[in-house]
DNA sequence: TATGAATGAGATTTCATTCAT
DNA sequence: TATGAATGAAATCTCATTCAT
């Protein structure tokens, strides 16, 4: 088997199974077990369980950035912003462990390595997002002063949780609703006249 | 020492250490040693690790709920959804270390215990966030269609995410700055014009 | 059982084992089981293999050093040389494998740790053989131009090996033979006439 | 690469990394890594990791214990002791990794295998002292009834010892001198008059 | 003749829990 | 009410060896 094909199913295993019950409570027993490998060869492609998670990290990361970058490449700034909402629920919900797995994991202080792996998730994902909010403030939709930082953490961390609350709590119904309320919430439609 | 010292002392040392590294990766070892006990102690006062994880994160989530309820009580319905924002941005600055406990161990899946304290989280919390979108559905000034349970979710995930990253990347920005954001936000008042 | 106790018994089975096969071949799942004790208790009691094999090393030396100072202790300078190396051979045949565990463990060069256990070897059992040719040199029994530290580096090395290879070769040869033979060569009576 | 070349570099690396962290500390992707080849090519060429130290020690013990002989050929047995100790002590410093792994791996009991190993050492290495000893009994240069085997074992530790110490402590100090200093104190000059 | 990905047995280490004091 | 030495199950990690290429 090529070492290409036995990391991701190393990959693959490992996001299931650290979305579940965490890294830390997730042993290199069962994920490579699920992998269908031996232990050792966890060893041998990444040297240590936490080397392996920081690359699926790293890989997931730029898998979601480019997602997001791509479903607003090439549209006008309102539809570019309606776009990467869409995109964003639409990973998660491909995507459910890993955003699980992100969202246990990302806001840790001190650890070390977690520091880095937080600023990673800032500039490569929810930058995607602070790059649309910023072009629509360019072309004058969105307020000159708007804060897009800010804004760029409350959009994605505002589809974030309600994505995982809705995979959670409500996996039978429709996305198109959950992205509707989100949408409108977002332009301010919420008022009742 | 008294029997509440002592638990209080646990309780804190335990919050930092589990948003530090998480649940899993904090030891009983560490969290008596930070406590400056023994670590039989943790045992003749919790019985066991996830005894004492448990009643942290009871008497946490009830700190911050009534938190919530408290400083909506007796608003009129817009008022009190700008007051639930405001406290809970409050809440996540002056408790930041329960802050990251709550989303690094919130979202699991299959975990068991897990489960109930998911459970917890959004019928305590969230909840209170929904009594005040109902009370303005009621009241009329939000759409009488609104999905209220996804748009609580939306609203208390929003300022968790925005609150956690002003903490990790811009610790000195002032609040009222970061909660201006917030409410301009969730009132739809981005457009330029 | 006290602590010190227990970690007599494990110094006790970790220097035969070592002795035996060598530091890197010794598990500590067969040092625990020798002394009587969980696996746990060595890493409660050293924290880790290589910290109980340096505080063994420090033991052993602590002793042997103190050995032949005490056995040279207020005789006139010749009688304490005859007795410094008669008493390092009495202590090799009492702790064979603590000496077998000196020599394969002692001389190893870049490995970070231990270059400093070469040099406690060196400081204070080779010391203790050098104290008493410098007291030798200076009442006037030997030369006063003698290379002391190369020479005490001789006695000492002359007597462990001859010690090692006479446990290992000959065990049952009385010792009064194998120290006869060591102190003619060393006092220089090997000539025919 | 022809195998010769391979073999030899497989040698080499091997020398020093046992020199450095002893036989079992050592692995076999080390001393691949460090002979700039693949792991698989120590099993090509040798078979088994014991085996390329079976090898290695054989080569060494088997030039050591020539260059003893050749240095000792010819002369007056009086000439042929100072010559063997000279060239022991070139010998250590020449090849000194191979000293250092000589007096590691050699006084090992009960390892099977080692046991081997260590009479090889004793049966040609010390045994060159040894003849030469025996010849200067027969010619009535030492004493009739001198203990052959443990002078023999003696002189050898000596000098491995001393040779050790020196290349460890006092790198830079010539030969000449720490040679003159064990020549006397093996022919009894050490007296004061 | 050489490679290096994969293996799995066995090593080191961790840590929640117990219990005698 | 508190302690901390001891435990042992289960975790992480190592590494000699194999084998398809």
Redesign the interface.
């Known amino acids: 088997m090529s070492r290409g094909t036995t990391r991701e199913r190393l990959f693959t295993a490992a996001i299931d199974l650290i979305?579940?019950?965490?890294?830390?409570?997730t042993t290199v027993d069962r994920i490579a077990e699920r992998a269908g490998v031996a232990k050792g060869t966890v060893y041998y492609n990444f040297g240590s369980k936490s080397a392996l998670f920081d690359a699926l990290l790293d890989f997931g990361i730029t898998r979601f950035a480019q997602r997001l970058r791509d479903a607003a490449a090439g549209l006008p700034p309102d539809a570019a912003l309606d776009a990467v909402v869409r995109e964003e629920l639409a990973f998660l919900a491909e995507h459910e462990a890993f955003a699980?797995l992100l969202?246990?994991?990302t806001?840790?202080?001190?650890?070390g390595d977690w520091q880095h792996a937080?600023l990673m998730i800032?500039e490569r994902v929810?930058g995607a997002v602070a790059d649309v909010l910023r072009a629509a403030v360019d072309a004058?939709?969105?307020?000159?002063d708007?804060?897009v930082p800010?804004?760029a953490?409350?959009?994605?961390?505002?589809v974030?949780?309600?994505g995982?609350?809705?995979r959670?709590?409500q996996p039978d119904r429709p996305r198109a609703?959950?992205e509707a309320?989100?949408l409108d919430?977002?332009?301010?439609?919420?008022?009742?006249v």
């Open positions: 979305a579940e019950r965490g890294f830390a409570a699980r969202i246990a994991e806001w840790r202080q001190g650890g937080a800032r929810v004058g939709l969105l307020r000159a708007l804060d800010t804004a953490s409350a959009v994605f961390g505002m974030l949780v309600v995982l609350d809705w959670a709590l609703e959950v309320t989100l919430l977002l332009r301010g439609r919420l008022a009742a």
